[in-house]
């Protein structure tokens, strides 16, 4: 191995360990997973009671049933963080918590203001669109301190989330949000599972 090589090598061997310093231990795989039945459940209800998206009232049950789920999915995700940081997290990563929070933060906020002003609108059709290109971008910024595959579920919803503002005629069908919300939950729970088991 020539020298240019061996400094090559050290460098590759700094930059894994500095990205598994990074990495937010905080997260929980069974609250990711949770996220996704969630996603499924809310699918599920608005099958039942809200199929078609067709007039106001029925724009505002669309919106008051995916509220609903993310709210869930913010509690049950943040009260496993809250868990994790009275509980097991050292001063360092007490620290990194508040990194974690501010870096997603600017996505979320911007999508509730998106959010509402479309509901005020009425253009319920943008809305799946904005929830997930915005999730996506959240994701993106925190793409440091997630599991490295995870970048890719990120990828997914930003490319979801460009598709769907531009198909407004399917963005409001009741599989739209399940199956990227369902699948793409489900996708970081396993590979925070893995990271987990790997670091154990």
Known sequence: MTGLERALADIAEVRERLGNVQRFKGYSALASAASGVFALTAGAVQLAIDPRVDTVQ????????????????????????????????????????????????????????????????????????????????????????????????????LIAGCVLLFTPAIALQWWVLAAAFGAGQTAIAVFVARERAVHA
Do not use: K, M
């Open 58 to 157: 029925r724009g505002h049950l669309y919106f008051a049933i995916w509220l609903v789920c993310c709210a869930a999915s913010v509690l049950i995700n943040y009260g496993a963080i809250a868990h994790w940081y009275v509980n097991d997290a050292t001063a360092r990563e007490r620290w990194q918590t508040a990194t974690v929070g501010l870096s997603i933060a600017p996505a979320l906020v911007l999508g509730a203001a998106l959010s509402l002003a479309l509901l005020q609108a009425g253009l319920f059709a943008f809305l799946p669109g904005v929830w997930c290109g915005c999730y996506g971008v959240g994701l993106f910024a925190s793409r440091t301190t997630i599991p490295r595959d995870a970048v890719f579920v990120a990828a997914g919803f």
